[in-house]
């Protein structure tokens, strides 16, 4: 009796834990369909204004403005953009595992690190490397990305950060997510790569000559910050897009076996059951045959 008493209370607990499980899926995917949209909705705009800054710093002189300077004598900064929940499977271990095979260890020991998420945080606490920022504690993340963007730019200016690199989760599909690496600064070396890798693919954009007013440097002022601004933007939506969708199958996953491990144990329950209703009659057989005999 024992042992049925224990089998129902594991069939209980697995229960629960399903009815847990598919909650959290459920809102996980709710969660994931507006991520998804906000970041395909964003990504026309961040590839256009990408363009834009690739067009006007190729009519340039690049030392003519201060955040299209070559790398300088500071370090690296790299910005890594994590969740700050778990729960979602191999999503930050992988994005973890690229961080370290993008960087050697000279790289990660001599950079610094900006965090934007709890994982990143701890991950970069554990290893003991340098983090000279955390923004994970702001509530809302539409307050920690000017923050971030202002703190990578004085930095830059300022020749603390000779270069600045995003590290995050790109979203592709509800089953997919894959961390990559962008170099956000210095800019024109940034923009060159691009074009350059534009040429490889052997994309043909079409000349057009036009008149920019009032001058390409004073637009720049303040479409450079705005640049930084929506690419990191980019960068969190899309991760943000990758974590529900990650949670989503983590958690469908982790019903799924609830679910299965339900069946096992009532089956288990119910060979337990006969097993006792099996003995008892044996018993009684036995009992009314001593009596007769």
Not at 101 to 111: E, K, P, V
Not at 142 to 158: D, N, R, V
């Given at each position: 009796m024992a042992n049925e008493r224990l089998i129902r209370g594991r069939i209980r607990s697995a229960k629960n834990i399903a009815q847990i499980t598919k909650a959290m899926q459920m809102v996980a995917a709710s969660k994931m369909r507006r991520a998804q949209a906000l970041a395909i909705s964003g990504r026309p705009y961040a590839e256009k204004i990408a363009e834009m800054v690739s067009e006007f710093v190729s009519r340039i002189d690049a030392a003519s403005h201060p955040l299209l300077k070559k790398a300088g004598q500071g370090k690296t900064l790299?910005?890594?953009?994590?969740?700050?929940?778990?729960?979602?499977g191999g999503l930050n271990t992988n994005l973890f595992r690229h961080l370290v095979?993008?960087?050697?260890?000279?790289?990660?020991?001599?950079?610094v690190f900006?965090?934007?998420?709890?994982?990143?945080?701890?991950?970069?606490?554990?290893?003991?490397?340098?983090?000279?920022?955390?923004?994970?504690?702001t509530t809302a993340m539409?307050?920690?990305?000017?923050?971030?963007?202002?703190?990578?730019?004085?930095?830059?200016?300022?020749d603390e950060f000779r270069e600045v690199h995003l590290v995050y989760n790109n979203f592709i599909s509800a089953l997919r997510q894959e961390p990559i690496s962008k170099q956000l600064l210095p800019i024109a070396e940034f923009t060159v790569q691009k074009s350059n890798e534009s040429k490889q693919t052997?994309?043909?954009?079409?000349?057009?000559?036009f008149l920019i007013e009032p001058s390409i440097e004073e637009i720049l002022d303040t479409l450079l910050f705005h640049y930084l601004e929506?690419?990191?933007?980019?960068?969190?939506?899309?991760?943000?897009?990758?974590?529900?969708?990650?949670?989503?199958l983590a958690m469908k996953n982790a019903t799924d076996n609830a679910n299965e491990l339900v069946g096992l144990l009532t089956l288990e329950y119910n060979k337990a059951r006969q097993e006792k209703i099996t003995y008892e009659i044996a018993d009684m057989v036995t009992a009314r045959l001593a009596v007769e005999g």
């Open positions: 790299i910005v890594l953009i994590s969740s700050n929940k778990g729960l979602c095979r993008t960087f050697d260890d000279n790289a990660l020991s001599s950079g900006a965090s934007l998420g709890k994982k990143g945080e701890q991950f970069l606490i554990r290893r003991q490397l340098t983090l000279a920022a955390d923004f994970s504690q539409s307050l920690s990305i000017p923050a971030l963007t202002s703190y990578i730019t004085k930095g830059f200016l300022a052997g994309e043909r954009k079409e000349e057009l000559d929506n690419q990191i933007r980019d960068a969190v939506l899309e991760a943000e897009a990758s974590e529900h969708s990650a949670r989503m």
